[in-house]
């Protein structure tokens, strides 16, 4: 079994549509970062959380560390947001080691 | 753009051989994480560097090894190349207090491919 487990694995939106990815992760974490990879392999972080909410532009991001889980919100999406959405978790308890989910390919189209 | 760069960026190498990577962190950041990511899969985490000594370490063969250098960029060594280590290799710096990190900012990453 994963450390992390991300669904949907992948998700077709029509322009506009409010999308939701859930990340669940089994490992005690100190944080954990949402990642956004682009066709051609270049990595963009998005947030790192450790609790509560985050925000930026269309992009929100929440956690539950009780329920050891995370959701990525995109509202108005567009299809500039077409990329694999990955989750990834680090510890204490994680010897500095980070885990990741195998992503959530999206596609939004125009 | 993350100010974290790699090089080389492509790179093709036979079986057997021997191959160093390179990455330069952003400045300020004195941590520096190494990913190998096969393609279709997820990142998977290779080892990382906190003040110039190994700080963690995910399950790769010691033919996998690393440094860091004062000025806190690192080099990834994979030795006795296998077909298998055909991959994205991907390094993320970032700043660590008391070898905990924060946010990661990734590099653009290295294409090596085995023949």
């Known amino acids: 079994k994963n450390e992390v487990e991300q669904s949907p694995q992948n998700l077709t939106a029509q322009e506009g549509e409010f999308i939701t990815i859930n990340c669940s992760y089994s490992?005690?974490?100190?944080?954990l970062h949402w990642l956004q990879q682009h066709p051609g392999g270049g990595i963009v972080s998005l947030f790192m959380l450790s609790s509560g909410k985050k925000k930026h532009g269309r992009l929100i991001a929440t956690i539950n560390i009780q329920e050891k889980h995370s959701s990525l919100h995109i509202t108005a999406s567009h299809p500039r947001d077409s990329a694999v959405y990955i989750c990834a978790v680090q510890g204490p308890n994680t010897g500095n080691q980070f885990y990741f989910g195998t992503g959530t390919s999206l596609t939004v189209i125009p | 753009e993350t100010g974290v760069t790699q090089s080389p960026t492509h790179l093709i190498k036979t079986r057997g051989q021997q191959v160093t990577l390179r990455c330069s962190s952003q400045s300020g950041h004195n941590t520096v994480s190494w990913y190998q990511q096969a393609l279709g899969q997820g990142p998977q985490f290779i080892f990382q560097y906190y003040r110039e000594e190994e700080n963690g370490r995910g399950n790769f063969p010691p033919r996998f090894s690393g440094l860091q250098f004062p000025n806190y960029s690192s080099e990834l060594n994979v030795n006795a190349l296998e077909l298998d280590d055909s991959a994205l290799y991907l390094c993320?710096?970032?700043?660590?207090?008391?070898?905990?990190?924060?946010?990661?900012?990734f590099g653009p990453g290295t294409r090596l491919t085995v023949t």
């Open positions: 993320a710096s970032s700043r660590s207090t008391s070898g905990i990190s924060y946010e990661q900012y």
């Open positions: 490992v005690g974490i100190s944080a």
